[in-house]
């Protein structure tokens, strides 16, 4: 399985950025693609994970209302809509898969690259 995530940058405060992950190496029925975040000096923080197969959507009560997970099954690819961003939304976000259900990095055993996101005050 390879994950290429892509899409960060720097964006004022209440501004949006649309993050992308695209994937390859197999097919993704019964598994869970998720975003984490991670920021220096704190652990990786779940954010979002939808259901790849039934489109099924989970967020972190941070982004809950701003972000919206989705998913285009032609292109193997994962999205991240983000809106409303704000300062502490700036981290390195990341794409992972799992089979199964998880807010916890430690169970998604395949990782993209980061993409940074940075938000401006």
């Known amino acids: 399985v390879q994950l290429q995530a892509s899409g960060g940058g720097l964006v004022q405060a209440g501004g949006s950025l649309r993050l992308s992950c695209a994937a390859s190496?197999?097919?993704?029925?019964?598994?869970?693609m998720g975003w984490f975040r991670r920021t220096p000096g704190k652990e990786r923080e779940f954010v979002a994970a939808?259901?790849?197969?039934?489109?099924?959507?989970y967020y972190a009560d941070s982004v809950k209302g701003r972000f919206t997970i989705s998913r285009d099954s032609a292109k193997l690819t994962m999205y991240l809509q983000m809106n409303s961003l704000k300062p502490e939304d700036t981290a390195v976000y990341y794409c992972?898969?799992?089979?199964?259900?998880?807010?916890?990095?430690?169970?998604?055993?395949?990782w993209g690259q980061g993409t940074l996101v940075t938000v401006s005050s």
């Open positions: 190496g197999r097919t993704f029925s019964g598994y869970v």
């Open positions: 939808i259901n790849w197969s039934g489109g099924s959507a």
């Open positions: 992972a898969a799992a089979f199964g259900l998880a807010y916890v990095g430690d169970r998604y055993p395949y």
